[in-house]
């Protein structure tokens, strides 16, 4: 089992940087890939950036460049560091933690609740 809480959402202007911080509790925390999806009104949840247990990142492109993943897991936190922010970046975003594929968002075991991200122009 694990839980997750997201928090560092806010309201920004563009250009300006925010860090998410996605905070877990539970003991298979350090053996699974967390990644970072986001959502709009009327889409699906779409992948941003994911972590592996061993450290190695991947991340959608539109983002490459910009944002920054990393983990730490003592205490179990994983971080998204976003950079240059645009206004489409604008979105719900979440966490999630998988044994699978990491852009694959069905494969996903647990999610958090959602920090909302706000980007003006």
């Known amino acids: 089992q694990v839980q997750l809480v997201e928090s560092g959402g806010g309201l920004v202007q563009a250009g300006d940087s925010l860090r998410l911080s996605c905070a877990a509790s539970?003991?298979?925390?350090?053996?699974?890939?967390i990644g970072w999806f986001r959502q709009t009104p009327g889409k699906e949840r779409e992948f941003v950036a994911a972590i592996s247990r061993s450290g190695s990142s991947t991340y959608y492109d539109s983002v490459k460049g910009r944002f920054t993943i990393s983990r730490d897991n003592t205490p179990n936190t994983v971080y998204l560091q976003m950079n240059s922010l645009k206004p489409e970046d604008t979105a719900v975003y979440y966490c999630?933690?998988?044994?699978?594929?990491?852009?694959?968002?069905?494969?996903?075991?647990?999610w958090g609740q959602g920090t909302p991200v706000t980007v003006s122009s």
């Open positions: 539970g003991r298979t925390f350090s053996t699974r890939t």
């Open positions: 999630g933690a998988t044994y699978s594929s990491p852009r694959v968002e069905r494969l996903y075991d647990y």
